[in-house]
């Protein structure tokens, strides 16, 4: 466990995002936020879509900072490519 939520909580507290706020535009429950946000439970990876997407409501920039961490080796390798 851990590189989706290292990703969410660098996201969340750089740009100011509450766990709540989150949760509440995903329209999940905010325990489970914590889950991710804490490293105790990875979300799916349908679920990694879901967390992009809602990032992408709040704030673009937050979507595109949480896709770069989460995926930026493998997007690298494939500019590679």
Do not use: C
Not at 17 to 23: G, M, P, W
């Amino acid at each position: 466990m851990g590189k989706v939520g290292k990703a969410l909580r660098q996201v969340l507290e750089t740009y100011g995002i509450s766990q709540n706020k989150l949760a509440g535009v995903m329209g999940t429950k905010r325990s489970i936020v914590f889950k991710w946000f804490h490293e105790q439970r990875d979300p799916t990876a349908e679920t990694v879509v879901d967390i992009a997407k809602a990032l992408q409501h709040i704030n673009p920039d937050a979507s595109a900072e949480f896709v770069r961490l989460y995926l930026g080796e493998f997007l690298n390798d494939l500019e590679q490519s």
